[in-house]
């Protein structure tokens, strides 16, 4: 990663991408991934995909695909005296969510607001979490009517005020389930072109939205696109933290390398590639199954059509889907040369799905 990269990192998490609102986002992203790939597009609901074609003609298609939205919320209800009730979008995590900064989208521009906090000497109920009903916001107005003027109408998004900090080597931000991955893919393509890779299959660097309510951008965007195999990138729990158990949710790490998700949705041959290449190459790769689907958007890849090779790689991550979700750089920049690599393996008749001979 270049100072140019880290800085073009820093402006994508800058940049809200609350789900159904990617737009603005999409546009920052094919605009870096631009001088690296053949073509860029989008679709009808923001899904933005940049296509490295190969010399190759007929050449097999692979998909890397991130997701470009975050959670978020919207504006559900004005109160008469000026407060807002808000929906979630995504699964906003309700427990953490009083006394937080929040930026507002109207149509006069960017309002800030805030979670009201109930002090801790006035409050009953100490122990409970509140219900997504009873968070109200604060925008610092008297009235609906002052609300309004402002720009702000039912439906309005929101993220949460929370930008990039460092620590040590490790990142900390909001949104970076799953704008890390995003820029791990736009990452993979600059590499690609700084080592002058023209890989034998086409790549497809896939930026899909909504996921967060149902992995449906990556649904739209692999049935278009029907690619030969896809590598679908998100983050997964870190378990590193006090309090989590590995006997119960495995053991992923900060640091150890990117993680592979064994699982039914898995396709073994993407997998057992992904895995020597790994141990080829030095690159630290960490394990972890899922018994069903994975609750990303491989769940929408795979399913598509007649059935897409497809598997999950996941970056670890703390604290997901809060304002400081943690990762750890060299696990991004791990990922970003296991995928590379694994793109430069690629022989014009590698097939990866089960044949019966
Ligand atoms: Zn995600």
């Known amino acids: 990663m270049t100072d140019q990269s880290i800085q073009f990192l820093h ?19 094919a605009s870096y991934i631009a001088p690296y790939t053949t073509s860029q597009e989008c679709d009808a609901y923001g899904s933005t995909w940049a296509t490295l074609k190969s010399r190759r003609k007929d050449a097999p298609t692979l998909m890397l695909d991130a997701h470009a939205d975050e959670i978020g919320f919207s504006i559900r209800y004005i109160t008469d005296d000026g407060f807002a009730y808000v929906e ?32 801790i000497h006035i409050r009953e109920d100490l122990e409970k979490a509140p219900k997504l009903w009873e968070l109200y916001v604060d925008f610092g107005c008297s009235s609906r009517k002052e609300v309004e003027e402002m720009g702000l109408r039912v439906g309005d998004r929101a993220v949460y005020c929370d930008e990039p900090l460092m620590l040590n080597s490790r990142l900390v931000c909001r949104a970076l389930d799953d704008r890390l991955c995003g820029f791990i893919t736009a990452e993979v393509a600059r590499t690609l072109h700084e080592r002058k890779i023209r890989p034998s299959w086409n790549i497809v660097f ?19 696109l029907n690619p030969d195999a896809a590598i679908c990138l998100d983050v997964t729990h870190a378990t590193d933290t006090p309090g989590l158990s590995a006997t119960r949710y495995g053991e992923v790490k900060l640091g150890m390398g990117p993680c592979l998700c064994i699982g039914p949705a898995c396709h ?13 190459k030095n690159i630290p790769l960490q394990r972890e199954t899922s018994g069903r689907t994975t609750g ?8 598509s059509r007649g059935g897409v090779p497809a598997t999950n790689l996941s970056l670890p991550l703390r604290y997901m889907h809060s304002p400081v979700e943690t990762a ?15 793109i430069a393996s690629l022989k ?4 990866f799905r089960h044949t019966l001979r």
């Open 296 to 303: 990303t958007n491989t769940d929408s890849i795979f399913r």
């Open 328 to 342: 750890e750089l060299s696990d991004v920049v791990n990922t970003i040369e296991l995928l590379v690599q694994f």
């Open 88 to 119: 979630r979008l995504g699964g906003s995590d309700v427990a953490i969510a009083r006394g937080r900064r929040l930026r507002f989208f109207g149509r006069k521009g960017e309002v800030l607001g805030v979670i009201g906090n109930t002090a």
């Open 206 to 224: 896939a930026n899909s939205v909504q996921e967060e309510v149902g992995c449906i951008g990556a649904e739209m965007v692999t049935y278009r």
């Open 11 to 29: 402006e994508l998490l800058r940049t809200p991408s609350p789900t159904g609102m990617e737009i603005q986002a999409q546009r920052l992203w």
């Open 348 to 351: 014009p008749d590698d097939v």
């Open 268 to 280: 073994p041959s993407i997998n057992s590639r992904l895995e020597n290449i790994a141990e080829e």
